[in-house]
């Protein structure tokens, strides 16, 4: 099995930062990208940022210059930091990867609660 494991959520204040993580795990042989979505409450999930192993990135334009993502490629694991943040941040923060694995190619994590107050 493959399993993407979300850490790092919760509130903070408008103006602070938030770090999370989330690992990947299991019988994985490589990972083409990782990423992050998030889904407000009554929106669609959209797409925050992606990295690939390569170091490639992109990010939402509401989230540019704010939030940087990175990835440890020994350890499968992407990291989003999340500086400056404001109310309209306040989502459930997924993890996604495609990756080559016996179970398939897609993944997500469970998802991790970031509310941000003002």
């Known amino acids: 099995q493959v399993q993407l494991v979300e850490s790092g959520g919760g509130l903070v204040q408008a103006g602070g930062s938030l770090r999370l993580s989330c690992a990947a795990s299991g019988s994985i042989f490589s990972i083409n990208v990782m990423a992050w979505y998030r889904q407000a409450p009554g929106k669609q999930r959209e797409l925050v940022a992606n990295?690939?192993?390569?170091?490639?990135?992109n990010y939402a334009i509401s989230v540019k210059d704010r939030f940087l993502i990175s990835m440890d490629n020994a350890k499968n694991t992407v990291y989003l930091q999340m500086n400056s943040l404001k109310p309209e941040d306040t989502a459930v923060y997924y993890c996604?990867?495609?990756?080559?694995?016996?179970?398939?190619?897609?993944?997500w994590g469970k998802g991790t609660l970031v509310t941000v107050s003002s």
């Open positions: 990295i690939t192993p390569g170091g490639s990135t």
């Open positions: 996604y990867s495609e990756l080559l694995s016996y179970y398939g190619m897609e993944f």
